[in-house]
């Protein structure tokens, strides 16, 4: 039916881990699906979980006689895996009407059995009538400074995800968990300013971020209830999260004054004091006065810790965060200066890189310390 390179198939299952669940109630979501793509002469390898799918084309040296078939996904994978380095590939049918297919490899032979293609579901069929090209870099770099706000509370599904929607001159990124929200804005020409905002799933995010290219191109296609995206001959088909995101501009506060440090000495202060901190008590306090932020956690079970960070700007406060979000902000912005914009004692905190975008910062609820 074709041969193909150990590498081209296994480029084609790189998804598999991601998408296919190795145990499903559904025996034909196990599977992936090999088909022809088009008329190019190249095949397709296709994994869908009802939520999200993903079509990768191969190169291979496909027969006449061949026939699209579904085949266990994990089991070829691992098979393949484990064939030698630059091996090439024979799949054939393992009976005129296609009861199985027989898989060899230099001296390795394998029968597997296949289901009907006919079965296997597909997410296509439905218009997306908005489209936006995003520069690669851009979009991995938006991505990965909000992802680690997104939520994984059931309860309030509409935050399990990332907020991305239409801005006059490009799109904002936003994500939040109640307790600290990130937000990040790209700059783009000929945005449809009629797009609705979409609420990408975090299992969607997660395979987007660890599959964008280093450079070109990545195109989104959009409507109010599914994405695709066009990454390389890579396409991805997501379903969104059918709710509706907070208006998070409520929760940013406008505070006016700032004072300026150096993110990597914070960050550094904060992983020292939090080495008492045990189980829940994640509690730092902050005490900003004459240029000088003291750091304090107390911990009845393992004892206190001190440190201090010296800061530009006028502020005299107490407060307190969640020293593990303070740290995963920071590390989401910038190891040189930072601006740390503070209110009244007790009212959340807004995080900026020194120079950056206005639009990008990062929000902290603050903690009774």
Known sequence: MFTASKSSLLDALKLVGQIVERRNTIPILQNVLIDLWGNSGKLTARVSDLDVEATIPFSATVDTDFQAFTIPAHLLMD??????DGADV???????DLGGVNIKSGRSRFRLPVLPPSDFPSLEGSDLPFTIDVPSTMLERAISAVQFAISTEETRYYLNGIYLHAAPTGVKLVATDGHRLSKRFIPLDDVPQDMPGIIIPKKTVETIVKHLPKDGTVTLQVSDAKIRMLIGDM????????GTFPEYQRVIPT???????????????????STVSTGGSRAVKMTFSGGTLKLLVSNPDAGNAEDEVAYEGEAELETGFNAKYVNDALARLTDEGLQFHLGEPGSP???????????????LMPMRV
């Not at 098979?79 to 030698?84: E, F, Q, R, S």
């Not at 990597?264 to 004091?273: F, N, Q, T």
């Not at 900026?352 to 206005?358: I, M, N, P, Y």
């Open 349 to 363: 905190a807004v995080l900026r890189a020194d120079g950056d975008h206005a639009e990008n910062l990062i929000v």
């Open 255 to 273: 505070h006016e004054s700032f004072i300026e440090l150096e993110g990597k000495h914070l960050a550094a202060a904060i992983d020292r004091v």
């Open 79 to 84: 098979i393949v895996k484990k064939l030698a």
């Open 235 to 242: 396409v991805l088909l997501s379903k969104l999260i059918d």
């Open 90 to 96: 024979r799949v054939e049918a393992a009976d005129p």
